[in-house]
């Protein structure tokens, strides 16, 4: 691709150079996909490595961490992501964000995590810690399944966390559609063909999650016979599930039948 320059002073060379560079971003996006000029694109995943890390029926002993974050009033959404290390990612984003950031108390800041398992009890103590020394900050978590929920004490590190503000929620097809636009290097003309999990297993464990923040015991039982590496969801519901748990939830799972009573 040959340009001619002939431009009669530096201002006009400075709008023809902004040109050419708006064309080479649209000509790149077309070819690649997500934009060479988008700052985020060199810490972008791979959609291999989201469809193996996000997928919900999977029981994968790696975590991956898609987060963002937002100063003030500003527009702009800083993204990045992370994976396990010898330490929880947890716990490598909140010693990289202190280290790299400074926390102005007039100024909030909004950080947003997409994870591929819920925080441990350990990582759960050490994000309310963060908190309560960086009080100008919210935290949103999207998680795509939870870590051993059957521990009571992961579930109450859960429950603490919701009891410090912080927003717990199931990543839904929403969620896996935006973090397939902003988070993941894929094919050209592939923006819109993020992975279809089936909407089920998000449903258990939304409503295992309600459970959790609701002080009921565990409902969702997970198993695997490594043979096969087959995945069991199974729920298993008691009085106090049926008690407390709206109606509508219970049937959304597809797995039970609510009694008919005519009148």
């Known amino acids: 691709l040959h340009f001619l320059i002939c431009a009669a ?124 020394q960086h009080p100008s900050v919210t935290l949103v978590i999207y998680v795509a399944r939870l870590f051993q929920h059957m521990d009571p004490q992961n579930r109450q590190g859960l429950r603490d966390l919701v009891n410090h503000g912080v927003t717990i929620q199931i990543m839904g097809a929403p969620e896996y559609d935006y973090c397939w636009r902003n988070f993941v290097n894929y094919p050209p003309g592939k923006e819109a063909h993020w992975p279809r999990f089936p909407p089920v297993w998000m449903t258990l464990y939304a409503l295992e999650l309600h459970c959790i923040i609701l002080s009921l015991p565990p409902c969702l039982k997970i198993s695997r016979r490594c043979q096969n590496q087959l995945t069991f969801f199974r729920l298993i519901l008691q009085n106090c599930h049926y008690q407390t748990i709206p109606p509508h939830i219970l049937l959304a799972t597809g797995l039970i039948q609510l009694p008919v009573i005519y009148r």
Not at 11 to 21: A, C, D, K, N, P
Not at 36 to 61: H, M, Q, Y
Not at 99 to 127: D, G, K, M
């Open 9 to 132: 002073d530096l201002e006009e060379q400075s709008i023809f150079f902004l040109r050419v560079q708006l064309l080479f971003d649209l000509i790149i996006s077309w070819l690649t996909g997500p934009s060479a000029g988008d700052a985020t694109s060199r810490r972008r995943i791979e959609p291999w490595e989201f469809e193996v890390f996000f997928d919900p029926r999977e029981l994968r002993k790696e975590t991956c961490l898609l987060y963002e974050l937002q100063w003030g009033r500003s527009r702009d959404i800083w993204r990045h992501t992370g994976k396990n290390t010898t330490n929880h990612v947890e716990r490598n984003f909140l010693a990289k964000i202190t280290s790299e950031r400074h926390f102005h108390p007039s100024v909030h800041c909004s950080i947003v995590w997409f994870l591929s398992w819920s925080p441990c009890w350990e990582c759960s103590e050490a994000i309310r810690e963060f908190l309560d």
